[in-house]
């Protein structure tokens, strides 16, 4: 059972979802045996969650082409639960068969997106939802379900609160439905909508049931992080190296940053469990295996109290200033 307090306190999860969502639409395809790698090193940084790769057509999403290799043959380090996204009864199919620990299923809030993203009406996905659930539960395989845009949508614009929640009742009421991620697929989100949907949410369900997932593309990521946190939330999805985004999502980019998350909330006095130099040192390692720089803001300037050398001839000018 997670602990919302620990000792004095406040426990965030950070789920870590860079070798799916951060990585499913990089050009440049990352080596199977380097993707088993990053899991495997991301497996010793205290995450609590680690969504290691999808089971979808790998038609839709060629880099992630290689799941079942990816998930069988990671180490898997205990108190982690590994998951894997999947789209539909055949990524159920396969994510069982690989021994995923939790299956995370995504649908979408916005019919548009959803027709873009999984070539499906959302009465379809939904049906989907049913049948899925019901082989997770004679798997005892955990079922979270991911609601996509749910702040917004890039091709219909607002979606209401009340869709959303209504998805979410729908969701609760299938057995074997275990959690939901209310997820910002392309950074629409703002704080004071974060915080409204949040609590709406936390009055019918608890916050165990909850994540929220954000995309930092219009720089409020961190923003709507504190305002879920404020209305009651401890579960956050975040990509290291803050890459990331849904090829199927027109200006989608990169997650919130687990690196940045993890540095800001451990100064504010949140304990995320995260050892944040080991993280650092992975993020380290995805511009040589992705061939660009990561939008990372600790991978670039360090932590707040990396120091840097003085400046060339420091000590004249100290030596001068103490003279006058
Ligand atoms: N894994 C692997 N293959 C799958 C699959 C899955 N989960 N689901 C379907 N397929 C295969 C079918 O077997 C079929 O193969 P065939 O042509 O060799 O017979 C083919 O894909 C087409 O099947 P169909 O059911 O018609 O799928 P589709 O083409 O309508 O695509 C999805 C539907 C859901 C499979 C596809 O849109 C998808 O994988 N989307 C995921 C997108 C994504 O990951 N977005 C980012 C994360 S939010
Ligand atoms: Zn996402």
């Not at 426990?11 to 639409?25: H, K, N």
């Not at 798997?139 to 379900?145: H, I, R, W």
């Not at 979410?168 to 074997?176: D, I, K, L, Q």
């Not at 504010?268 to 990561?294: C, N, Q, T």
Request: hydrophobic share 45%.
């Amino acid at each position: 059972m997670t602990q919302l307090w620990n000792g004095d306190k406040r426990r965030i999860e950070m789920q870590e979802v860079g070798t799916r969502d951060g990585l499913q639409s990089e050009a440049q395809f990352v080596a199977t045996d380097d993707k088993i790698a990053l899991v495997n090193a991301l497996s010793q940084c205290g995450l609590s969650r680690i969504e290691v790769t999808a089971f979808v057509s790998p038609l839709a999403i060629p880099a992630l082409k290689d799941a079942e290799i990816v998930m069988n043959e990671i180490t898997r380090q205990p108190g982690v639960i590994y998951s894997a996204l999947v789209p539909n009864l055949m990524g159920a199919q396969r994510a069982i068969a690989a021994r995923a620990d939790e299956l995370n299923m995504v649908m979408s809030a916005a019919e548009t997106h959803n027709l873009c993203n999984l070539r499906m009406t959302q009465a379809q996905s939904f049906n989907a939802v049913a049948a899925v659930a019901a082989i997770a539960k004679d798997a005892g395989v955990a079922l979270n379900l991911s609601l996509s845009c749910c702040f917004g949508c890039p091709m219909d614009g607002e979606v209401s609160a009340a869709t959303v929640l209504d998805w979410c009742r729908r969701f609760m009421e299938t057995p074997g439905v275990t959690g939901i991620s209310l997820c910002d697929t392309t950074g629409m989100a703002y704080p004071t909508q974060v915080h409204a949907l949040t609590r709406a949410f936390l009055s019918q369900w608890p916050a165990s049931a909850l994540t929220l997932h954000f995309h930092n593309t219009r720089g409020m990521g961190l923003a709507n992080i504190l305002a879920a946190i404020d209305a009651g939330a401890y579960r956050f999805d975040a990509s290291f190296g803050g890459i990331g985004g849904c090829p199927y999502a027109p200006g989608a980019s990169g997650n919130v940053c687990t690196e940045e998350v993890v540095h800001a909330l451990e100064l504010m006095g949140y304990d995320s469990g995260v050892d944040l130099k080991a993280l650092l040192a992975v993020a380290h390692r995805l511009p040589g295996l992705i061939g660009h720089e990561v939008p990372s803001q600790l991978v670039k300037a360090g932590q707040r109290l990396d120091l840097h050398p003085l400046p060339a001839g420091f000590d004249d000018i100290k030596a001068r200033a103490l003279c006058r």
